[in-house]
């Protein structure tokens, strides 16, 4: 059962539309990453959140933007949304240096746009 | 080059056999080494560390050879329950960044 948990599970939304996708932090993790994973490739890193601050960024564009709340819950939000937006999107938490150690990864959600 | 290269696949293998995947990786910074799993359409999953004296766990067995930059899983008597896509992950970064390969799908057949 994983400790980190994704909302919601399945979304469709239309081209241009704006989306919000949540993430609760496994008990004890101040770090979060999301992650965007297209079909038939693996996750590639959107950007990483340390005690509300983002400080890491992959190669997305400033419609990708997000938050990380006290309790170390974590939202994506992405406007203006383009087809290739659609993908399964993860959210991953770790504790202080046990990135090191590897991620628990949330179930993620599974966005389509047409 | 991607940062993270894998094996192209699919493999398909019959129950008991044994497969090995390899990774490269392009930075030879990088500080830490992973195999994750992934079922279809469900989350990655850490299966194991990558250390640089190789660990082994149960059937599976992984190396590191920093010099080459390259990353294998060795995966003995395979079963029916070890089909899935194997994410060879690498860590670099200062903030610990997550680098995924395109994943290596596996498919054990009776």
């Known amino acids: 059962e994983t400790g980190v948990t994704q909302s919601p599970t399945h979304l469709i939304k239309t081209r241009g539309q704006q989306v919000t996708l949540r993430c609760s932090s496994q008990s004890g993790h101040n770090t979060v990453s999301w992650y965007q994973q297209a079909l038939g490739q693996g996750p590639q890193f959107i950007f990483q959140y340390y005690r509300e601050e983002e400080n890491g960024r992959g190669n997305f564009p400033p419609r990708f933007s997000g938050l990380q709340f006290p309790n170390y819950s974590s939202e994506l939000n992405v406007n203006a949304l383009e087809l290739d937006d659609s993908a399964l999107y993860l959210c991953?938490?770790?504790?202080?240096?046990?990135?090191?150690?590897?991620?628990?990864f949330g179930s993620g959600t599974r966005l389509t746009v047409v | 080059r991607k940062e993270v290269e894998q094996d192209p696949g699919p493999f398909n293998v019959p129950e008991g056999a044994t497969v090995a995947f390899n990774c490269t990786y392009s930075?030879?910074?990088?500080?830490?080494f992973f195999w994750y799993r992934q079922d279809c359409r469900k989350e990655p999953k850490l299966l194991m560390s990558?250390?640089?004296s190789g660990n082994e766990d149960g059937r599976f067995t992984a190396q590191l050879n920093r010099a080459s930059q390259y990353i294998s899983l060795l995966i003995r008597d395979s079963k029916l329950s070890d089909s899935a896509t194997y994410l060879c992950v690498v860590i670099s970064g200062g903030y610990n960044k997550l680098i995924f390969g395109a994943g290596t799908r596996l498919a054990v057949h009776p």
């Open positions: 990558v250390y640089s």
């Open positions: 930075n030879s910074a990088s500080q830490s």
């Open positions: 991953a938490s770790s504790g202080t240096g046990q990135g090191l150690y590897g991620y628990t």
